[in-house]
């Protein structure tokens, strides 16, 4: 309910309904856990630094991606790539890395 000012004439406020739109998001805000990952005792490394993912995703999962590089490459983002060059984010694989570069160090 949104109570705005009465017409001239009248005393006190006027309640007013209207229709509540749903917004649609631009952005979503998503808390991640994060564990501590195991050093290797001798050379006090992480153990496997390069990492190879293969995914079969379900129909929600896919929009998601599809829309996040939809997102991602309407606002210009970029992304590592394996050898370390930065370009811009186009394709599902780089929407993972683009994700995984916001929480490093975190």
């Known amino acids: 309910m949104i109570k705005s000012k009465a017409k001239p004439g009248t005393d006190g406020f006027k309640e007013e309904t ?3 739109s749903t917004p649609t998001a631009d952005t979503v805000l ?8 195991p ?14 993912i293969d995914a079969q995703l379900n129909r929600e999962q896919s929009t998601s991606l599809r829309r ?11 992304c590592s790539t394996a050898v370390g060059r930065r370009r811009l984010v ?3 694989q ?6 995984l570069e916001q929480v490093v160090g975190e």
């Open 68 to 78: 996040m590089l939809v997102g991602l490459r309407a606002s210009g983002a970029t």
């Open 30 to 37: 998503v808390e991640i856990p994060m564990g501590t990952l």
């Open 18 to 20: 209207k229709q509540a």
């Open 90 to 92: 186009d394709s599902n």
């Open 39 to 52: 050093v290797s005792p001798t050379s006090q490394t992480i153990h496997r630094p390069l990492l190879h």
């Open 94 to 99: 780089d929407v993972i890395r683009w994700l």
